[in-house]
């Protein structure tokens, strides 16, 4: 089955630190990936997604992610922190079915400190 | 812009009340997702729908029920509301050859006391 793992529950950086949320996935065909960030009290908006074109990714708010076939992994990354980063941050991808679901890791959620 | 609404930010009900949580998108998407947010936990798919009185259950059905009448409207009910079903409730809606990529509402949070 499929599934998303992402290590760390919480991650804590200092403000202008780089930023790294760890993702890894299972799948035995190229899968779609993406990663969503959820502010407090918000739903779920799109950072970034990889469609098998360039392995890395760049998103918004100066976020990127790369995809790494011998890993299987997708891990997220800024180079330097804001404040405004901190936030839950989902990994995700397509599953493999017809039934047009995401598969969701637990969630990261990152504290910026001053 | 996609958007995808939400009835209620915030809903406050008691035991034993039947809830309607519902979710309305302006962009024609074929596919529609309730899930329910814990800490902890992530999200979790209670329902889904391809196309308009099509339903799938998720990974979590029980003590939940949905209705699809009009393609741009999804509905979620609670038959009878219990306390562990107070939770953050998110829907979302996607279309067939965009990747599966998902678009979010802002989502309800529920309590039942």
């Known amino acids: 089955a499929q599934s998303v793992t992402q290590l760390g529950s919480h991650v804590s950086v200092s403000e202008g630190a780089l930023v790294l949320l760890r993702c890894n996935y299972s799948?035995?065909?190229?899968?779609?990936l993406f990663w969503y960030v959820q502010y407090p009290n918000q739903g779920l908006q799109l950072l970034l997604k990889?469609?098998?074109?360039?392995?890395l990714v760049k998103g918004i708010n100066g976020f990127e992610a790369e995809f790494k076939k011998s890993e299987t992994s997708f891990h997220l990354t800024k180079p330097s922190a804001h404040m405004s980063d901190a936030a839950e941050y989902f990994c995700?991808?397509?599953?493999?079915?017809?039934?047009?679901?995401?598969?969701f890791g637990s969630g990261t959620r990152l504290l910026v400190r001053p | 812009d996609v958007k995808v609404t939400q009835s209620s930010r915030y809903l406050v009900k008691r035991t034993g009340e039947k809830v309607f949580l519902e979710c309305v998108q302006d962009?024609?998407?074929?596919?529609m997702f309730w899930y329910r947010q814990d800490p902890g936990l992530g999200l979790r798919l209670i329902y889904f729908?391809?196309?308009?009185?099509?339903?799938e259950k998720g990974d979590i059905p029980e003590g939940y029920s949905v209705s699809r009448e009009k393609k741009e409207r999804f509905s979620l009910i609670l038959e009878s509301a219990s306390t562990n079903q107070t939770s953050m409730y998110l829907c979302?809606?996607?279309?067939?050859?965009?990747?599966?990529?998902?678009?979010f509402g802002p989502g309800t949070r529920l309590t039942v006391l």
């Open positions: 990889y469609t098998s074109a360039a392995t």
């Open positions: 799948s035995s065909v190229p899968p779609y």
């Open positions: 979302a809606s996607s279309s067939p050859g965009r990747y599966n990529e998902q678009f």
């Open positions: 729908s391809y196309d308009v009185k099509m339903k």
């Open positions: 962009m024609d998407h074929e596919n």
């Open positions: 995700a991808v397509s599953a493999q079915d017809s039934s047009y679901k995401l598969i």
